[in-house]
Each structure stands twice: as C-alpha cells, then as structure tokens.
C-alpha cells in the first residue's frame, strides 16, 4: 500500500518532465524531495542539470563519471557545527568499534571544513586526542551535563549514530525533552522517530508487518503478568526475552520453564530504560544472517556485506563466529534478504548512514523472518568494514552532511564510486572472546545477551583457512582448530550437553566429539551448526587425522602446500608431527611453501587497487609489493579481553602517527576488528593477522622493516618478543632499507624477561637497595602453609604461570589457604605459587616514566589509587596528581624508578607500581612497556606519552623531544573503571585481585572532588542527593567509617548501618538506623532497597562465609536496582567527598583544550590528511 | 578406471539417497589418510540412508576429491591454457575432455548456477572469483535456461557439501550431465588479474595429459570470439508460448499486483533468460518466444503489443540479421531490448559497439538512472558495448555505468524504444532495476491507449 502510494506521487512528480514521460522511478523509490528527504533543492538542481548531459564517456575514456558528479555536490552549507557523542567507557557489547567509527566521523567532518564538538567520557579512545575534534569534553554523558556543552558550544548538529546505543539514547533523551529543539539543534544521520521505530519492539514489528516481512511471534510485557500471559499466549517454550534500549541484550536470555521466565523478565524489566521487554517465540535453530545496509539522501542504498553466523539463532550475534559472505544461500535466497534489509532500512527511516539488519532464516523451507535492526554503526559495521575495506564509518560521516553514494569515491580503488556493493574473493571469519573464568558463579553459556569482551577476525581464500588463523590468533592456548594443550576431555553426558548448549568452547568441543566417533548427521542434531560448516571441520579433522601419523619430513611441498592452505600454523604441525616451530618452519621454508599477501580490495579483483591492505594466505603470487624505505613493524594487542583493551590500541595508533612523521613507513600488524589500527589509512601499510611467531616472522620476512615494536600491545606482542629476538639473532635478516638488520625496537626483551621473571627481578631489587614486600614462593602445600605463617597473614597468593592477577587471592588465615590450595589452585613442584606479604590498608601508587637511549628519564605521571592495595590497578580508580602522598615519599618512589628504568636500560616506557604503607614506600612491580594507564596520563597532563616513546624507541632523546620534566598540573584527573557484573548473574560484585573492569571513564577538573564527582556519574553511578546511605562494615574498617557516616549525616543523608556498624556508629556520637543482617531476621537491607529506601550501599566484605552468601546477595540487588555500591573505604571516603562537591554548586564540563592551550600534535595532521 | 569408477559410484549414490555423508562411516578411523578414495558407494549408501532422515536432506556430500588417487590431496590432473602462452594446474571436476573458449571472470558472491544456465555465456569459461563455490548444489527452479550453455567454470574451492534445502543435486554431478569441465584449487584471483590487465584472453581446457602446453597454446591462440554468430546456436529452432511469471514464493516487488492490463509482447530469443520471461509475464505480459532468425513481417504480422529483444552472447556485429530485422521493427510498436537486445538495438538506432576491455561481469556494478540521478546495483555479463558518441541525434543515454562510464541504458522517445545493457531480470542479482519491465509495459500502455 505504502508503496504504491509512492507510486502516484512519482507519476505526478514525474508528469512535468515530457521527455521522460516514459520512463518512471526505479523501484520503490523516488528522488529525496519525492520521499520528503533533506536536499530536495539539491536533487531537483541534479536532476534538471543531468537532464542536459549527454554521456561523455565513449569508447576512448575521458575522465570518470563520479568525477563529474562531484561538481554537484549536495553537502550541507547551513551547518557550521556538529557534535559527535561517543559511546563512553568500553562495556561487553559496545567495545573500542566505537573508537574507531568516532574517529572516522571527527576525522571527516573535520576534513569537510566543520567545527566538531566531541563528548565521550572515556579517555583511552583516539577520538578524544585534542586535535581531532576542535572541543572535546571528556566528561559524563548525562543528558544534564550535556545540555550544558549544547549551551556553551551551540552546535547546529548532532550526529548519535557513531556512539552505539550509549550516543542513541542519549541523542533521544535531548530530544524527547525538547533540549534539541531549545536550542534548534538537528539530529542527522538518524532522527527520533527512526530511532524509536527500530528500538521500540513493538512498533518495530508494526513497521515490519506493514511492509509485509514477518517477525517471531512476540508481545511486549510491561509487567511479570503481561509477561506469563504472553508466554501461555506463544504456547511454547523456549521463550526468548528482549529488553527494550539496552545494549547487546543486557537483561535478556531463553527460558525453557516458567521460572526461568519469571528470573529472566524480572531482570529484565530493570534493565530496560523503558521498563519493557519482549517476550518471544523461539526461533532457535534457524540460520542466523545479517546484512550492513547503508541509504544516502537520494535513497540510493547499498548492501555492504553479508554475514552467515555459524551458531545458529539463540546464540547472540557478538557471541556467534560469523563468517562473511554468507556461504549457505542461494541467490534468490540472498536477494530476498537484500530486498527485505532495503525495504526496512525505508520503512524505518533511517535517511542516511549505515544499518545493521538481522534475520533469521528456517534451514528447512528458507521462511524469512526479521530479528531486529540497528539505525546506526554497530559492532557489526566495524566488522563489515574492516571484512569488506569499505569504510563504513567514514561513509556514514559524509552521507549525514549531504553527500550521495555515488559522489564518493571508493576509498579503496579510487577510481570507482561508493555507490557499489564489495565483492570479495576471500572468507572472513570473526571468532568471539570470552571471559568466563574471571566471574566464578556464573555459567559459562552464551544465550541473547551477549557476553564476549573482545573478537578476532582472520582473512583466508577459504573459511578452513580463515576459521584456523582466527582461532590461532584468539591467544587462548588454541593453534588452530583441534583441541587446546591440556585440554581435559569431557565424558559423554557432558560431550552432548556441551554440544547441545552453546558455550565459548563448542567450537573445538567439536573435535572432540568428532574423535568419539559422531557423525556429522549427529553433530548437527545436537548443533543446529550447518552441515556445510560441519562438513568443512570434518575435512580439517580429517586432514588432522592423517597429519598425526605423518613426520614432518615426510611432507611433499605439494602436500605442505595444501596443509598450509587448509590454514595449518607451524605450531598444529609441530604438534601432530612431533616437532618444533622453529623446525618446521626450516622445512617448510626449504620446501618453498611460504605465504603469499594478497589486497584487500572490495572488488575481488576487477579493478586495480593500491591500498595497503594485506591478508596472507598460501596460494598463488604475493601483492603486497614491499618498498625499500625506513619500516617499522608495530605489533598490536590482538583481541581485546579485559586487561587488555582500547588502551594498548591507543598506543599502537599513537606510534604509526608520531614514526609516520618522522618519515618512517609504519606497518600495523592485528587481528582486531574493533580498532582504529586495523584502519587501513592509520599506518602506512596493514597486515591483518594473528599475532603469533610465525605469522609475525612471516611478515618480517616479507616486509624487511628496521625496527619491531613489541612495549604497546600489551601482553601479546611481549609474550612473544623473547621468540622474535632469539629468532632475528639465529638468522638475521637485513633491513629493506639497508640500515642494519632487523630487530626488536626499544626496551630489549631480555630486560622485558628480568621484570617478569621473579628470581631475577629480585635479584635486582636487591642490588638497587628498592624495598619490596616480604613474599617467596611455594611448591607444595606444606611450604605454603609455612611461607604463609612466617610471612604472617594476610598473605596475597597467585600461581606463577598466569598473568593478569588471574587466580590472585588476598588470604586472612589458614582455613583461606586450605580453601584455596584445595579448590583454587594446585600447588606442586612444576607450579608453585607465589605468596607474599599483603600491606593491609596501603595506598597504591602507579607510575609512568619515559626512557632515552642515553639513560635519561622523565617521570609522565605519578598516579594515586583511590582503592587500597590489593584490588587490581586495573579496577581501581586513580588521581593525577596524588592526593595523599607525603613529598618525601614521592621523591624516594621518583628516585626508585629512575634507577630500575637505567638499570633495566629501558628505552620508551616503563610503568612500576608502589604501595605506601604507614609512609613507608614498597615496589610492587615493573612493567616495561606501554601500560594501561598510558592514555589516560597523556589526557591528564597534556603530553602524548606514547608518541614520546615511540620516537624515544626510534633513537631521538628526550632533550631532543623536549620532555625533560615531570608535568604536575594544577587541576586533577580522576579515572574511574566500569564493570560487567551485570552480565554475569551469579558472580560476586566484590573487587580483589584480579582484574573485572572493562573499560574507564575519566573526570577532570579543578579540585580532587569535582573531578571524582564526574568520574563517578560518567561511570554511571547515580550519585543520589537525598535518601539513606546504607552502611555495613567489616569490624577492622569500623574505626574509619565514623568520619564519612558523619559527613554524610551533615550532607542530609539518613544512615542506615547493620547492628555491630551502627554500634560502632553510635558509640561515637553519630545517630543512624539499625537493621538486621540478611540471616538475623526482617526487615533487613534487602527489604529498604526494594524498597527504594535506600539510595547508597557501602559495605565492605569480611571474607567470611556468611558474608560470601548474603553480602553477596545484597552486592547484587543493589546491583540489579542501580544503587550505587562502595566497597571500599578509600571508594567510600571519596565518594562522600564527591556528594559534597555537587551539592556545592552544578559541575561544570571544560573541554581538554581549556585545559591545555598549547597541547600541539602535528602528527595528527597526518592523520587528518590521510 | 579406478578414479572414473569411484566418481561414478559417489555420484550415482547422492543423486539416488539424497545425502553421502562419506565421514560418516569414517570417523572413528584415526589415522585416515583424508580424500583418498576410500568408499565403495555400497557403504556409502548404507551409511547415508539413516543420515538422510536426521539432516532432513539438505546435506551431500561431494565425492570430487575423494577421488584423487594414491596421494591424500586433490591432484592437479586439469589444466587452462591461455592464449598468452600461461599455463595453470587445477583439479577437475565434472565432465572430461578438451574445451575451447574466452575466459571471463565473475565477481558475483552468489548464483553460480543462474550464471552457468544463462546462455550469454555461449563460448566462454567462466572463473569465479567468489572462493567457494558449490555450496548450495543445484535445484530445479534457478535455471535460467533448460542447459548449461558455457564451456568450463573455473572455481577456487568446490564446496565439498552442499547444504541447502531446495538443492537436488551437487555441482559436480550437474557439470557431468551437461558435459561441463569443471577446474577447481585454481587461484581465480590470480587469473582475473591477469585478464583485468590483458583483457579478455581465449583459454583451452583439458584434462587429458596426452596434448602438450604448446599444443593448446597454440590451439587457443587459433580461436576468437569476435564475429562468431553465437545467437542462432542459442536459440530457440521453433517458436513457442511463455505466459509463467514469477512463483508467488519468490515475486518481490508488490507493484506486478498492480498491473490488470495483458499484453502481447514477441521476444527474439538470442538466448533468452527465463527470469525475463517471467518477470515480463509477472508484469501481465503473454509472450511468444521467436528464433533469433525469425522474419520481422512475419512477427509484425502477430501484430504484438511490444517487441523484446533478448540478451545472448558474443559479438552483436557477427548477427547482422538481427540489426536488420530491429531496424524493420522500429517505430512501428514498443521495443525494449536487454543486454546483446540494447546492442543490437544500438546498431538499428545507427550506432557502433565495441568490445571492452575484460567486459562487465558480476552484481554490484554502480548504475546512475541520469533522470533522476538515482544509483541501481545491477547484475552485469557483457563484453560489448554501444558508443554513445556515434548515436544519432533523438537518442538519449538514460543509464550510465558508474565503474567506467560505459552506456548502459537508452531510449529513442520517438521509435518508442528502450534499452538496457545489463540485467534487470537479476537472477542471479539485485533487483533494482526491476521498474525496466514496468516502464516497457507502460509503453504498451501508453500505445494501446494512443490507439483507441
């Protein structure tokens, strides 16, 4: 009906125009003034101008077609300003892709010649580098605080679509409270009513069903009783549950019983920002796809990429291993989904810029039916780009100012529009990470609610290929597909449970039960896995199979040939063939079968492309076409994971731009979808691939570059720059451009292996004189016991072999260490454990320091801790500067770390951790390379510290950069982390030891507490003005919750403490409530936060046993109810100085650029060129 | 033999079992050497029956490489020869022998099995650039003409099962009945940047190892496309009826429902697609089908509401009958023409074709509809193209090729003509531009209601 009305309107639209008179719109659609879309002048102007235009281009070509469109070019002149809203801290479901899509908006509309305002709460984003929006506010994201940037800054735009679902809600909130219209600012890229259409569920499936497309059969639910009445309306479970404007299906999940109904829609409700959720038909089973659309403003629309997920529906998209293209369906298939994604991206409104459309197809008759869609970027779109080189990003950017597809260039061929749909000649997989092991208590299966933190994406010309390089570069123990080392095989009722329930490990599970003897036929019973892909692992199984029996040696080059085709590492073949890596790649390489790099080109080679964008593979000629010049190699962080995140990306960006323009060739070498690096325009050249030894060697050996950079992807290139460096110096290998060999830039990895290995880097403390906590370590459970005592408790425990404070515990007494010698962690000879004093109630202080070839060093940052010693650095929050830390003791730390960085003859950057206990400084370890906390210091004090070390690691001094001094601002910076404990019910919300925070947020401002007040609601916590503080306190805190209860009393709060707190509380003259513990009877603190008495939890944990049962339970109602909840007495001392700060007068958001005036980085010209 | 033997036995058991899961039977040998001939079709056929009901049949599996002889990987018992002298090993796949024809490359990422049964590609190998290929099999309703019309398919990866619901056999067994040489493991990437830079190149195939490199180099280099009437061998002999449009499962564009009025268009078939067929009958359109020879008195004596004239393959200059009979038909009723239909039209209106470069072939090439400056994605397979500059005055070019610029689209307001050079009717590809046949059926229209 909507169409045919079109229709009309075209025919009488059309009428005027005689000569055309034969001709009508193409289908569905008319001009965008016909569609009453934005440049309707504009288009008009077009078409009248076309009318006259004979084709120039015959048989001899005389300049491009879009060339000439370009004259015409429809971009906005009456916007001057646009803001850009970023998407925030990283969260599970909205990741660093939103860095990269952000970046790309500031870039191009900057480069189109617009003032750009950025607000994005999260420091360690590129977009936030001052320079690459003209103010950016690092700040909370409250629609509050926010009207007050829109106020100041009076921007004439605001593009949401870039800032996930955090820029969406935020855009909507401005503009249903009429914010936008106050100050007559526009939505472009995608308007209110297109953003409620595709969020709202049920008009979603309204439009849906006016344009004919089917949905599952659902209802929305307001209420648990709307709910059941829906569920016994569908008739049958499993049920899926949707929240209504959440991200990446936080709150929702599949009940298979009425009260996993009740769990999931209770949990539910709260998530929703709308209190709604959707109650739906299963459609578990079918085949899952997704098509990235993009619609200009003349209603031109595009499918970028198709994507096939391999887990069938039930599994969320972000959870899934996707493959693109879609391998399984026919063309009539595909075009029915293409035609649907357009359809709805019409329907919807979305009137320029890039959607993601979800469907679900029935394997059994190809019944479509259309899951859901997202009016913006998303994770997928990152994926789609970086899959397909087209930038989608970029494109949207340019699309919401007025462009049309066809006025674009392909930023790939160049020669070519963007108005084209890639056509690739390689298969893309992306395999999920997951970080189940970090959340005891929660059950390690993947439902609607997406719960991986980070992804790999590998490129082969098969999906074999591709599907072994994703999994060989997730870091995850896994060289390819087969079973990981030590993998315990599970016995058969698990085997068919694991298979039938999706879980991060299904897909080498896989293996298993193929060793059992499951029949593909089987395997798909249990799976619902496509027989296609099911057939393709078994050929790789079988391939497996018949290596096991081979020796290496035995191997023809046509046979190593194929194997190494089938996507095989070095590493599976060293396995089966029982051998080494280092072996095999001899023979290998004696046999001649070395990879080839081929182009990433979006047209499957139709057309020439030079963009430097490489993949390899084994088959056929190499393109990457290696040049001569000064080339560094710059590894990156591979998959993001929780420890390692954004943080180490910014440093891998902030290296190719400062070495760029020092007239270097970088190459950027990841296998992270996600990212700014993984742009193909951020280095000089990309190589998209796992970060292992072989493949790293693979692309020394093409590339010749001087120099590797190992110190600024985290952990990932470090593990294995210790392999590099023996490798270069066994075989060297002259650098391309003739100057010397290659070899590993910077802090060598020999001083890299001092630092982490503990019998070593003892031995240096002790020849430095530097203090460290008494600790050794134990290979047997009695040695622990004695160890324990000697040191006296609490102890902090940890194995040797794992890093990133995994399995680290804080240990009270000797029943802990009997708990944890029996359940956590194996003592014996081969893996002894490490314990140490733990400093009760020390401050932790982080610092960065920069390090010269000559031995000079200059300190960047000095950060305070706000949580004691003994939570992660990583979870805690941190000011800059200190707040509390004598003089004499920041001289003695500064002193420290200039000799352990001399001593360990680090060049670029060191990061080292201090405790201060009672004044007295202690070291708690080195880390010499980039460290998390190296964005963050760069915004605090104006200095690009990772450019610094990256031109310190090229040979340039510090004098020669002049930075020669420690910067102390005058204003404070405060971080604050964010964590997941949302999305993993059952799991404790306590922090400890080992790190839990996804992502950070950062305030800045004049005094300590104003910035911790911003820090703290940018993180989210709803910081309450009025109501009760519920205070509950382990007897050794008691003492120092009497100060903050009675600032808090003065402040107007109500205290509500449990019986020994407020005994306490009491005795030292402050009045508050008593209430009961959880086990002592009712009401208890349960009962007044249901109640929405309370507005503030802070409690700390006794570590008893009765604490992990009910203090736990109430860290999660507050939790589930959004109350703010403190669980330390640093958290609690700052906090309440924060609730003093607002009630003080309204904060006030100041961009970076007031804060650094002359804050000067030619290298992001650069970028901003490229 | 015993290769020849195996393929026949594995071919024989999907097509008559629906599913040869070869693993199944298999998989509890641990050390198998993979893709050795190693099952009789009995076992096959006893281990897939039960198989067949679990999976519900949309699994087979492909015994191509199961075939390959003593050593465990596929061998490369196949080879393409180049005119320019280049030499490339692959494996075959369906039918034997020794082939002659110009290599094009395709780019589309779907639709194998509309490219190898739409006769355009009368004459030529097609190398698809899209790595797997294979993995839906082949079913009955995706033909678009009643055969497999090209010389040899060309593919990086054959698709070792297919999996989907509606596929009724594997590609290897369709190319074995059509006679169709298959080569796969061949890096079609490679190649089609060989024929981007050269052109389009004639290829020999061949898995017979008896004939010498040289030999086929020399073979190839004897052989052209250009001036080859390929029209009259793709044709149709007899005239027949077409009034089937599309399914009501697979009709995409709600707008056909609109359409009440029937007309009576005579098609020329140069080597018709049935997707035109359909579509134009969706569109309410009863069509007869003539041989690309047929008289155009004789046709003007159905006195039809519009004349068509097909898409087909090879050079346009080489079927000067065709010309000639547009030329008689123009200005006396409707035409439309698609593809060697709008080159052949180019040349009645007095306009030149020439030959590109390495042609159009694929789904995503960018069009610009010039009145209205809208971009359709289409489905492009042509080598030829009209020069708009030697066009006669009256003649507009309406659709443009954004890629290159090339004339994809006119009309000759007043001979009541027009034409497209790629593919409206898709299949395989985008539908954009399926308002083409609505606009010829409007011209009916508009005629017919001249008339009264």
């Not at chain 1, 956590?824 to 202080?845: G, T």
Request: charged fraction near 25%; charge should be neutral; hydrophobic fraction near 40%.
């Amino acid at each position: 009906m909507q169409l045919q009305a079109h229709g009309r309107a075209l025919g009488r639209a059309a009428a005027p125009r005689q000569r055309h008179a034969l001709f009508k719109m193409p289908l569905y659609v008319g001009t965008a003034a016909e569609l009453g879309l934005k440049p309707a002048a504009a288009a008009a102007r077009a078409s009248s101008k076309s009318r006259g235009v004979r084709c120039a281009v015959t048989a001899e070509k005389q300049g491009l077609p879009w060339q000439a469109a370009m004259s015409e070019i429809k971009k906005r002149r009456d916007i001057k300003t646009i803001m850009i809203i970023g998407a925030g801290p990283i969260v599970i479901g909205q990741a660093c892709e939103f860095d990269y899509s952000g970046t790309q908006a500031c870039k191009s509309l900057k480069k189109e010649g617009y003032r750009v305002i950025l607000l994005n709460s999260n420091p360690a984003t590129i977009m936030t580098d001052p320079g690459v929006a003209d103010r950016t506010y690092v700040g909370p994201m409250t629609p509050e605080l926010t009207e007050q940037i829109l106020a100041k800054e009076r921007p004439d735009a605001i593009l949401p679509t870039m800032g996930g679902q955090t820029g969406l809600n935020l855009a909507k909130t401005l503009a249903e409270r009429g914010i936008l219209s106050k100050y007559g600012i526009e939505l472009i890229g995608a308007k209110l009513p297109s953003i409620d259409r595709a969020e709202d569920r049920e008009l979603f499936k309204q439009s849906m069903t006016r344009i004919g497309l089917k949905c599952a059969k659902s209802a929305t639910a307001n209420t648990l009783e709307e709910a059941l009445t829906i569920a016994a309306d569908i008739g049958r479970y499993p049920i899926i549950i949707r929240p209504a404007f959440t991200l990446g299906g936080t709150g929702g999940g599949i009940a298979y019983n009425i009260d996993e109904l009740k769990e999931i829609v209770t949990g539910g409700l709260t998530a929703s920002m709308t209190s709604q959720v959707l109650v739906e038909q299963s459609l578990l089973g079918w085949k899952e796809f997704e098509l990235e659309v993009m619609r200009d403003l003349n209603d031109n629309v595009v499918i970028v990429c198709s994507i096939e997920n391999v887990d069938p529906m039930g599994v969320h998209t972000g959870d899934s291993i996707t493959v693109a293209p879609a391998q399984t369906l026919t063309d009539k298939e595909l075009q029915r989904l293409r035609d649907a994604s357009i359809a709805i991206i019409r329907e919807m409104g979305v009137e320029c810029g890039g959607s993601n459309v979800q469907m679900a197809v029935n394997p059994d008759d190809g019944e479509m039916m259309i899951i859901e869609m997202n009016p913006r970027v998303s994770r997928s779109s990152a994926l789609a780009s970086k899959a397909t080189g087209f930038p989608i990003a970029k494109m949207a950017a340019k699309l919401a100012v007025g462009y049309t597809l066809d006025q674009i260039a392909n930023d790939i061929t160049q020669k070519t529009p963007a108005s084209f749909e890639p056509s690739i000649d390689y298969v893309v997989t992306k395999v999920p990470r997951f970080a189940f092991e970090k959340f005891p208590g929660s059950k390690a299966e993947l439902t609607t609610m997406m719960k991986s933190v980070g992804e790999v994406m590998a490129m082969g010309r098969t999906w074999q290929e591709s599907l072994q390089k994703a999994l060989r570069g997730m870091e995850t123990g896994l060289d390819g597909w087969g079973l990981p080392k030590n993998y315990k095989r599970l016995p058969k009722d698990q085997l068919m449970y694991k298979l039938r329930v999706p879980n991060p490990d299904r897909i080498f599970i896989l293996f298993q039960a193929m060793e059992e003897g499951l029949t593909n036929a089987e395997l798909f019973d249990l799976t619902k896995i496509d027989p296609w892909w099911l057939a393709q692992l078994r050929e790789l199984f079988d391939i497996t199979a018949w290596l096991k029996g081979k020796k290496v040696q035995e191997l023809t080059a046509e046979e190593m040939q194929w194997v190494k085709s089938k996507g095989y590492s070095d590493a599976q073949l060293a396995r089966y063939c029982g051998s080494s890596l280092m072996e095999v790649r001899s023979i290998r390489k004696a046999l001649g079968v070395i990879p080839s790099f081929k182009r990433v080109d979006t047209c499957a080679a139709e057309f020439e492309a030079n963009t430097p964008y490489m993949y390899s593979t084994y088959d056929g000629n190499s393109e990457c076409a290696p040049t001569n010049e000064r080339k560094v190699l710059i590894l990156g962080g591979g998959p993001n994971r929780i420890g390692q995140g954004i943080e180490f990306d910014y440093c891998c960006c902030h290296a190719s731009f400062s070495l760029r323009k020092q007239g270097f060739e970088t190459i950027m070498m990841n296998c992270n979808p996600e990212t700014v690096s993984t742009d193909y325009d951020t280095s000089t050249r990309l190589y998209f691939e796992p970060i292992t030894v072989e493949d790293v060697l693979n692309v020394i050996e093409a590339e010749r570059p001087e120099g590797i950079i190992v110190q600024f992807g985290g952990q990932t290139p470090l593990k294995i720059a210790m392999d590099l460096d023996r490798a270069l110096k066994a075989n060297p290998i002259p650098a391309a451009s003739g100057n010397g060999n290659v070899r590993v830039w910077g802090t060598s990895p020999e001083s890299i292996d001092i630092a982490e290995d503990r019998d070593r880097w003892m031995e240096l403390l002790t020849k430095l004189d530097i203090r460290q906590p008494a600790g050794g370590s134990a290979r047997s459970e009695e040695e622990a016991f004695k160890k324990a005592n000697g040191l006296g408790y609490p102890v902090m425990i940890r194995p040797s072999y794992v890093l990133g404070g995994r399995a680290m515990e804080i240990l009270y007494n000797n029943d802990d260490l009997k708990r944890y010698v029996t359940f956590a962690v194996e003592v014996d000879p081969e893996r002894p454990v490490l314990i140490d004093k733990y400093l009760d109630r020390a401050v932790e202080l982080d610092v960065d320091a920069l390090c010269d070839v000559e031995g000079n060093v200059t300190i960047a940052g000095i950060m305070e801790h706000i949580e004691q010693a003994g939570i992660h650095s990583g979870d805690s929050a941190c000011s800059l500067p200190t707040q509390s830390i004598p003089a004499n003791v920041l001289d003695t730390i500064r002193a420290w770390t200039v000799s352990i960085a001399k001593e360990l003859k680090v060049v670029g950057l060191i990061n080292i951790q201090f405790a201060i206990q009672d004044d007295t400084p202690y070291i708690i370890e080195a880390n010499p390379r980039a460290s998390r906390t190296v964005p963050f210091v760069a915004k605090a004090v104006g200095h690009p510290i990772a450019k610094y070390a990256s031109l310190l690691m090229s040979g340039k001094t510090l004098k020669e950069i002049n930075f020669t001094e420690e910067p102390i601002p005058s204003h404070v910076a405060v971080k604050e982390v964010v964590l997941p404990f949302a999305k993993f019910p059952g799991a404790d919300t306590l922090l400890g030891p080992e790190m839990r925070s996804t992502g950070e947020v950062m305030g800045i401002d004049k005094d300590f507490a104003a910035a911790f007040a911003k820090a703290q609601i940018a993180a989210g916590q709803r910081l309450p003005k009025t109501g009760k503080v519920f205070l509950s306190m382990a007897d050794k805190y008691k003492p120092d919750i009497i100060n903050i209860a009675r600032d808090l009393g003065n402040l107007g709060f109500g205290l509500v403490a449990t019986t020994g707190t407020a005994m306490a509380l009491r005795a030292a003259g402050v009045p508050c409530e008593s209430v009961f513990k959880i086990q002592e009877g009712r009401p208890n603190p349960m009962d007044l936060m249901k109640n929405g008495e309370i507005t503030l939890v802070m409690m700390t944990s006794t570590g008893d046993e009765a604490d992990l049962r009910d203090g736990k339970e109430l860290r999660r109602t507050a939790l589930s109810q959004s109350i703010p909840i403190v669980t330390t007495v640093a958290g609690a001392k700052a906090t309440t100085a924060a609730l003093r700060a607002i009630r003080a007068g309204p904060l006030v958001q100041i961009p970076l650029q007031d804060f650094f005036p002359d804050y000067f980085d030619d290298s992001l010209d650069l970028m901003l060129k490229s | 033999m015993q290769q020849l033997q195996t393929r026949q036995c594995s071919g024989r058991t999907a097509a008559s079992y629906g599913v040869a899961d070869l693993h199944a039977p298999c998989s509890r040998q641990v050390v198998t050497p993979p893709l050795v001939a190693r099952v009789s079709g009995r076992r096959v056929a006893s281990g897939a029956a039960p198989a067949f009901r679990s999976t519900g049949g949309r699994a087979r599996s492909v015994a191509v490489r199961a075939s390959a002889s003593a050593s465990p990987f596929p061998k490369k018992d196949a080879r393409l020869v180049l005119e320019d002298g280049s030499v490339w090993h692959a494996t075959a796949f369906g039918a034997r022998g020794t082939e002659i024809g110009e290599v094009v490359f395709n780019t589309s990422l779907t639709g194998y099995q509309e490219i190898m049964t739409d006769p355009s590609y009368k004459g030529q190998f097609v190398a698809f650039t899209c790595p797997h290929i294979g993995n839906v099999g082949i079913n009955n309703e995706d033909m678009e003409s009643s055969k497999c019309h090209l010389g040899a398919i060309i593919v990086r990866d054959l698709s070792c099962v297919v999996s989907n619901y509606r596929s009724k056999m594997s590609l290897d067994e369709y190319c074995k009945k059509e006679n169709v040489i298959g080569l796969a493991n061949l890096d079609t990437r490679a190649l089609t940047k060989v024929l981007r830079e050269t052109g389009c190149l004639v290829g020999v195939v061949t898995t017979d190892s008896s004939k010498s490199d040289a030999e086929l180099v020399q073979m190839a280099k004897s052989w052209t496309i250009v001036g080859k009437d390929l029209l009259s061998v793709v044709s149709c002999t007899e005239p027949y009826e077409w009034g089937k449009g599309t399914s009501d499962e697979w009709e995409f564009n709600p707008r056909v429902k609109a359409h009440k009025e029937h007309f009576h268009v005579v098609a020329y078939d140069f080597g018709i697609k049935t997707n035109i067929l359909r579509r134009l009958a969706s569109y309410g359109c009863r069509i007869t089908v003539v041989p690309a020879t047929y008289p155009a008195n004789e046709v003007m004596k159905m006195n039809p509401d519009g004349i068509f004239f097909s898409n087909g393959p090879g050079d346009p200059s080489a079927a000067p009958y065709a010309v000639d009979n547009a030329k008689f038909i123009l200005g006396k009723k409707p035409v439309f023409g698609i593809c060697m239909g709008h080159q052949v039209l180019g040349q009645a209106f007095g306009g030149k074709t020439f030959k590109l470069k390495f042609g159009h072939h694929g789904g995503n090439h960018p069009i610009r509809y010039v009145p209205t400056g809208r971009v359709e994605i289409s489905a492009q397979n042509h080598n030829f193209a009209v020069d708009p500059a030697t066009l006669p005055e009256g003649v507009e070019v309406t659709h443009v090729n954004l890629n290159d610029g090339t004339c994809a689209g006119m009309v000759y307001p007043s001979k009541k003509a027009m034409t497209i050079q790629y593919h409206p009717e898709a299949s395989p590809g985008p539908h954009d531009a399926d308002i083409c046949f609505e606009q010829f059926v409007d011209m009916m229209k508009a005629e017919r209601a001249a008339a009264h």
